[in-house]
């Protein structure tokens, strides 16, 4: 079930059928991407890190206080909470409380969604009319227990165990939520299988509550866009549910309704219920869904192969619909007029809620709205595209995950334009240009980072009308590593090389579409390196090439860089998170190169909290552990400390011993450009979002949530508030830390052995081309020298007068003249 059983994989030319057969066999050499996995890691290996889907979440809905008030209320009915009060006569500027019938209603403007707990446990008249805000906390509330609940098909990690304080701060012991769980699980940190981060898999979590907190403004938007006319709720649904309004939302979801029916054709087989009998029938966790789905090579189904081997346990969600709706469909049967009754409508148009379960765009059950019920989003996997299965040697091959890279990536074909067509001459410099990208997926620039004066990536870093608040970065910064600019053929022809194997002495920019940054590679003394030399090779004769190194300097913070936010808010990182992502803040993500890769050594202990209020917090830090062993062998279950002696901690003097292991490189045959291999090694790292309620409003809301759990981070406002955007599950982990969360390479052959010999064979003919011409030129020399030589000679004679040579033989009376 690993990767590498992908590659045998065979398409009939004439049924386009697949086979497979054989042993595990490694990745073919590909021309675009090689990608192999270390052999201790498996696919079906487990790894808990923060989960990079829900901080998109809260990057649109601020932070899980506020996320949980707008799953009940809209946006502007949160906002007022500020305002809540009892003076909402003439002259007041107070809100008043909500009815139910105004509660996420868009067009109710002018009330408050409750009070929150600090202004309502002081101000008695308030508790005859308001709703405190603590109620939405109390763990057995249908928001708190459907985020817990969705949080555990999720992978999510456990917070809380029954008897500990609930979160309302009533000071009551947890029993079970309103689900009949005895454990509370948080979205935020996640555990997948290293097959599911590296292809994509399913949220249930996305799925409902973005959707359900979104769902009055996208009735607000169907309302403005349509002559003020107001949509059913059940229509507005499906279109946000199926991607239609993704471009007016500020998170979006795609084609949730589609893809959820995809996964069910991979997971529902893995689903079941308990009896009628038992207590959790009438329960979401009574009707669960497990396992994995079959691998991709046991299947030929496109989009089977997609999702092959995801955890299926986020179908549930999906599942329980069918014990839901079946309710709803058995109640109106005898109560059709119900109110708190209302008949579930799936989101793609089908009925499948009576068997299998989809993704509901409506449906109430005792008073619970269903809406995004059984919904699941699309997670993005790292390496998505990079599924070859069905491949095979031949000329005819199929190339499945070429053709469905644009279904895995969750985007449209990408396309690009790449300056080929420089001016002819010598010396342009628009020559330093060719083969950059000057359009990326039909864009020429895209934000990258916005620099607003602030180290870390906010919620509301939004771009403003001033040009100077967002750096835009353009798309033809960067080369694919296919080939760069030549340098031409060198003078050197004392042996059989085409050049001496020395790059251009200038920055050679590769584009990383990780990162869409720029990183520059240099083969130069003057970064700090030795000249390095390597080789590619043809059939039976090799070239010359120059490795070219990543520079450290393209993670470093300078005065010329500012603007692009390079080493923010460390040295060896570029923040990258203003762009990234489904939701319209971003996410605080950061590029850089693997283990932070001299950077700064704070990166690796972040144990400094001065980025927070209260000086009493410490701690709090991270530590980075790697394999001491070779990449060849498996170094075993990591255990923290002496016990373990195959881990060892990631330290600066790390990074200078294994150097060579760390750093991207390619070789270029420099004469020609053409790069002959690549091996890019870059990671991205995840924060948590902070709070701070003196920069950010939203974060005010919250206040009471450190008074009670002791999330004491800020002080500012006079009252406790939480560490970071995390402030209900998790109040006390400090925002702003750079968990690192993954590192990959890519490696890639780009010149063939075809291509080499073609050079070879230039080289030889052009070795020949100048033995013959030395040959001749020699020859013509020593001709000329000879001819010069008895000319230069004559000529110095008559110039010179000199007398004839007269020679007398003996007895001879006269001398005879030679003339």
């Not at 609940?149 to 009551?172: F, I, M, N, T």
């Not at 991205?684 to 009471?704: I, T, V």
Request: charged share 20%; with cysteine; hydrophobic share 35%.
């Amino acid at each position: 079930q690993d990767t590498p059983l992908t590659t045998n994989m065979k398409r009939s030319s004439t049924d386009l059928s697949l086979e497979w057969s054989g042993t595990q066999q490694g990745l073919p050499s590909h021309p675009l991407l090689e990608a192999t996995m270390p052999p201790h890691l498996s696919m079906s290996d487990t790894i808990t890190n923060l989960s990079p889907a829900f901080l998109s979440a809260m990057g649109a809905l601020n932070d899980e206080f506020n996320l949980i008030l707008s799953l009940s209320c809209t946006a502007e009915q949160v906002v007022n909470i500020d305002s809540a009060g009892t003076d909402s006569g003439p002259g007041g500027a107070d809100k008043a409380q909500c009815t139910a019938s105004q509660m996420n209603d868009f067009a109710e403007t002018d009330c408050a969604c409750c009070m929150l707990h600090s202004e309502y446990i002081t101000n008695l008249p308030a508790q005859a009319t308001f709703r405190d805000c603590n109620e939405f906390l109390d763990d057995s509330s249908t928001a708190m227990s459907t985020l817990s609940l969705l949080a555990h098909y999720d992978g999510g990690v456990a917070v809380k165990e029954a008897g500990e304080a609930k979160y309302d701060g009533s000071g009551d012991a947890f029993v079970q939520t309103k689900y009949e769980q005895t454990t509370i699980y948080t979205p935020l940190v996640q555990s997948h299988t290293v097959n599911d981060i590296t292809f994509g898999y399913p949220s249930a979590t996305i799925g409902k509550l973005v959707s359900s907190a979104l769902l009055s403004t996208a009735e607000k938007t169907y309302y403005d866009a349509n002559d003020s006319t107001r949509g059913d709720a059940v229509d507005v649904a499906t279109l946000m549910l199926t991607g239609e309004m993704d471009d007016a939302l500020p998170f979006r979801l795609g084609n949730a309704a589609a893809y959820t029916k995809k996964v069910a054709a991979v997971c529902y087989s893995s689903c079941e219920a308990v009896d009628v009998g038992n207590s959790l029938y009438d329960s979401p966790l009574g009707w669960t869904c497990s396992g994995n789905a079959p691998g991709r090579y046991e299947t030929d189904e496109p989009d089977e192969i997609a999702l092959g081997g995801i955890d299926c346990m986020p179908y549930s969600s999906t599942y329980a619909t069918v014990m839901q709706c079946s309710a709803i469909d058995t109640h109106l049967s005898t109560s059709p007029g119900d109110p708190e009754y209302q008949a579930c409508v799936c989101a793609d148009g089908s009925s499948d809620w009576a068997a299998e379960g989809c993704c509901l765009a409506g449906g109430m059950l005792d008073g619970e709205d269903l809406t995004g019920n059984g919904c699941l989003y699309e997670v993005d996997g790292i390496l998505g595209s990079t599924n070859y299965a069905g491949t095979n040697d031949s000329e005819d091959r199929v190339n499945i995950g070429a053709a469905i890279q644009s279904y895995i990536a969750r985007e449209r074909s990408s396309t690009f334009s790449r300056f080929m067509c420089p001016a002819s001459g010598s010396g342009l410099p628009e020559h330093q240009l060719f083969n950059r990208f000057e359009t990326i997926e039909g864009q020429s620039s895209y934000d990258m980072y916005y620099a607003t004066g602030r180290p870390r990536i906010q919620q509301d870093d939004k771009m403003t009308t001033s040009a100077s608040d967002v750096y835009s970065l353009s798309a033809s910064t960067g080369s694919d590593i296919t080939y760069f600019p030549p340098k031409g053929m060198s003078l050197e022809t004392d042996h059989n090389v085409i050049s001496s194997g020395t790059a251009r002495l200038v920055p050679h920019p590769v584009y990383v579409t990780a990162g869409k940054v720029a990183v520059d590679f240099m083969n130069d003394k003057d970064t700090g390196y030795a000249v390095q030399r390597a080789k590619t090779c043809g059939t039976n004769e090799c070239l010359v090439a120059a490795r070219m190194k990543s520079v450290d300097s393209s993670f470093a913070r300078s005065d010329a860089t500012d603007a692009m936010g390079r080493g923010m808010p460390f040295d060896g990182l570029q923040p990258i998170g203003h762009g990234d992502g489904p939701s319209d803040s971003g996410r605080p993500v950061y590029f850089h190169q693997p283990l932070y890769l001299n950077g700064d050594a704070e990166l690796l202990s972040q144990q400094n909290n001065t980025h927070v209020d209260s000086a009493t917090v410490s701690g709090n830090g991270i530590q980075i552990y790697r394999p001491v062993t070779s990449e060849s062998s498996d170094p075993g279950a990591f255990v923290v400390g002496d016990a373990n002696p195959n881990y060892a901690l990631v330290q600066p003097s790390s990074w200078a011993s294994d150097d060579g292991n760390l750093r991207s490189y390619f070789d270029i045959e420099p004469a020609t450009g053409i790069v002959a291999r690549s091996r890019m090694r870059f990671g991205k790292s995840y924060s948590l979002w902070e709070c701070d309620p003196e920069s950010n409003s939203h974060c005010q809301r919250a206040q009471s949530i450190g008074d009670v759990d002791g999330g004491d981070c800020y002080q500012s406002t006079g009252l406790a508030h939480a560490c970071s955007s995390s402030n209900v599950m998790t109040p006390k982990v400090i925002g702003g830390k750079i968990m690192p969360h993954h590192w990959h390479e890519e490696f890639t052959t780009g010149a063939s052995k075809e291509e080499v010999d073609d050079l070879v064979k230039f080289v030889g003919d052009r070795t020949r081309a100048v033995l013959w011409y030395r040959v001749w030129w020699f020859t013509s020399f020593c001709i000329f020298l000879v001819a010069f030589m008895a000319l230069f000679q004559t000529g110095c004679f008559e110039q010179r007068d000199m007398p004839a040579v007269v020679v007398q033989q003996k007895g001879e009376k006269e001398p005879k003249s030679l003339d």
